[in-house]
């Protein structure tokens, strides 16, 4: 068993990043490991993008995060740097700049880049998905 | 050993170039997404001499009907095989 | 000599910059990376390589709309001790720079050197 962190810089339905990152993140798990964290940076921060309504009949990335965090107790870190400047705000954020509506929720948390600098140095593989 | 993974086509991208000039003598090159194409016949020499050490991996080969036309000399491994890659490997980089 | 084993840039932290100013936010968000691992007290090493050599390009400025540069916040490094600055020698060659004119003090590496770097840091990013 060994330690997994995944780091996500595609964003959702532009480049084929997500779905290799979640793919490998579900083979991972299904291994054995302990995947303890995927943190999104870059244009990987529009994952953690509630509103997203994709076809019916297209995978919906943003809710296979949130069942993999559900399954397998994965925290879902968000930089909050690159995350507000792409419109990307949790309930607090949104109040905190006067903005109506909120377009991160649990189980995806903001939180700042040292947590991935932590989350590499920690586990015993961080693999890069980039789009 | 470390596990070098590439997304992008040696046709269109060189970063390719990156990917070779960052590997040491005994690390590996997985090929994923449309970094696939590089399995091919003629784009793989590309790579040079990796032999033993080029992998693609088979679903992106296989979802872009590619995997008639994968080099013999490409190892093709699946989603498990992927992940036994990066177990093996000390680390990886990610070429993208 | 670029090349001189003894020199080997060893660290926790291997940051790549393949990006150039401007044109995206790779190099901006590699380097806050950088910062942030350094504030942290991790030893960071930064290797631009391709494109990423003219981020090192003196005499850059802000663009239209108010757009931000990088060069600010380059010149932040020294403050954070981050001062293991490698540029790839062939991207130098390539982009007709010379090591001895870029905006920070760097040291040119060679093909050697390059293909070690990965293994003597503990993590790898490449932005």
């Known amino acids: 068993m060994m330690r997994y962190g995944i780091l996500l810089m595609g964003a959702p339905y532009s480049s084929q990043a997500a779905h290799s990152a979640l793919r490998f993140a579900r083979a991972v798990a299904g291994r054995g490991h302990r995947l303890e964290g995927v943190f999104f940076y870059h244009d990987g921060v529009h994952n953690a993008a509630r509103l997203a309504a994709p076809p019916q009949d297209e995978p919906h990335l943003v809710d296979g995060w949130a069942a993999l965090a559900e399954d397998h107790g994965v925290s ?18 949104a109040a905190r700049h006067g903005k109506q509506g909120h377009s991160v929720e649990p189980p995806f948390e903001l939180t700042g880049l040292g947590q991935l ?15 | ?7 992008r086509s040696p046709a269109t991208s060189e970063v390719y170039r990156q990917a ?53 000399s490409v190892v093709k491994v699946d989603v498990e095989g992927f992940v036994t890659l990066t177990e093996e490997a000390m680390r990886t980089v990610s070429w993208f | 000599m670029a090349n001189d084993k003894a020199q080997w840039m060893e660290g926790d932290l291997l940051v790549i910059l393949r990006h150039g100013p401007h044109g995206t936010s790779w190099l901006r968000e590699g380097l806050d990376a950088a910062l942030v691992a350094a504030a942290f007290g991790r030893r960071v090493t930064l290797l631009f390589m391709g494109e990423g050599v003219t981020a090192l390009v003196p005499g850059q400025s802000g ?59 503990a993590l790898v990013l490449t932005f």
Do not use: W
């Not at chain 1, 879902?76 to 954020?93: K, P, Y």
């Open chain 2, 20 to 72: 070779l000039s960052a590997m040491g003598a005994a690390d590996r090159l997985l090929l994923i997404e449309d970094g696939v194409q590089g399995a091919l016949g003629p784009l793989v020499e590309c790579f040079g001499d990796l032999t033993g050490r080029l992998y693609a991996l088979e679903e992106d080969l296989s979802a872009r009907g590619l995997v008639p036309l994968c080099d013999a």
């Open chain 1, 76 to 93: 879902l870190q968000v930089c909050i740097a690159a995350a507000l400047r792409r419109g990307l705000l949790d309930e607090r954020e």
């Open chain 3, 63 to 121: 663009g239209p709309l108010g757009q931000k540069g990088t060069a600010p916040t380059l010149e932040m490094l020294e403050m954070y001790d981050i001062d293991s600055l490698l540029v790839e020698a062939d991207a130098l060659a390539r982009f007709g720079l010379c090591v001895d004119g870029l905006l920070l003090p760097a040291r040119a590496a060679g093909p050697l050197e390059l293909s070690a770097l990965a293994r003597t840091h």
């Open chain 2, 1 to 7: 050993m470390l596990l070098h993974i590439l997304n």
């Open chain 1, 117 to 131: 600098v932590d989350l590499g140095l920690r586990c015993d593989r961080l693999v890069t998905f980039g789009p």
